[in-house]
């Protein structure tokens, strides 16, 4: 098995790529270990001493380091989580385990907007980031401003304010015209 690494726009996250399917669809955010009991992949990386957050796309997998450890000493014993996991034939989600599909659910008098504004972050943003190892998802609307959820390489990217006010803001504001400003939530 090759696991190819690539870097990101953020300097604590690692991008890998095992070569074959991660998970079907979705996406998968462990921004700690806390919540890893979901995913025997993700319980096995937060294993390695020093990785601070687990991301899971399509097919990559996204490694966040504690900021006091080395890429050269960590890289190995994640290559090699992974491999082990992927050589085990555990799933990566455990059974009844849910992965996220997106975007938070809006209705009301803004529906029409809101739908608009997800086809722009589906279309246009999201395949961008996923690049780059990370997920870009709508969080709500309200009164103009777009609050949008970082996840995975973009969540502390020190690049993710400028991604989101030059890149998403103006995207969305050109197309359409209620979207006044774009905002990061917090998880």
Request: negative net charge; contains cysteine.
């Amino acid at each position: 098995m090759f696991i190819q690494t690539e870097s990101t726009p953020n300097p604590a996250t690692l991008k890998f790529l095992p070569g074959q399917t991660v998970l079907e669809m979705g996406t998968a955010d462990f921004p700690s270990a806390d919540g890893a009991s979901a995913s025997p992949l993700a319980q096995r990386l937060f294993g390695v001493d020093g990785v601070s957050g687990v991301f899971f796309g399509t097919d990559f997998v996204t490694v966040t380091k504690a900021e006091n450890i080395d890429w050269d000493h960590l890289k190995p014993a994640i290559l090699g989580a992974i491999m082990e996991h992927f050589q085990s034939g555990e799933p990566v989600m455990s059974d009844g385990a849910t992965q996220a599909g997106g975007h938070a659910e809006h209705s009301g008098e803004d529906a029409e907007i809101v739908g608009q504004i997800k086809e722009l972050l589906d279309s246009r943003v999201r395949p961008a980031v996923a690049q780059d190892g990370g997920d870009i998802t709508f969080h709500g609307f309200d009164r103009g401003v777009v609050y949008l959820h970082m996840q995975g390489a973009c969540a502390g990217c020190p690049s993710s304010t400028l991604t989101l006010k030059m890149g998403i803001e103006n995207l969305l504001r050109h197309y359409i015209p209620e979207v006044t400003e774009v905002r990061p939530v917090m998880a």
